[in-house]
């Protein structure tokens, strides 16, 4: 059975939708690299990334 994950995007505290497909890519792109980490359990719940331009 594939999990699904949940993803929210928010840029500059605005919300914006994002297809069901969308949500699968970019939430199993992050989820893959962040579970590559060090430190990370493998039955982590929640990922939050923050993008800041500088």
Do not use: P
């Not at 949500?23 to 962040?34: M, P």
Request: hydrophobic content about 45%.
């Amino acid at each position: 059975m594939e999990e699904k994950v949940e993803l929210k995007i928010v840029v500059d505290e605005e919300e914006i939708e994002a297809n069901e497909f969308v949500q699968t890519v970019i939430g199993k792109v992050i989820a893959g690299a962040v579970s590559a980490l060090r430190g990370v359990k493998e039955d982590w719940e929640r990922i939050e990334v923050t993008v800041k331009r500088i």
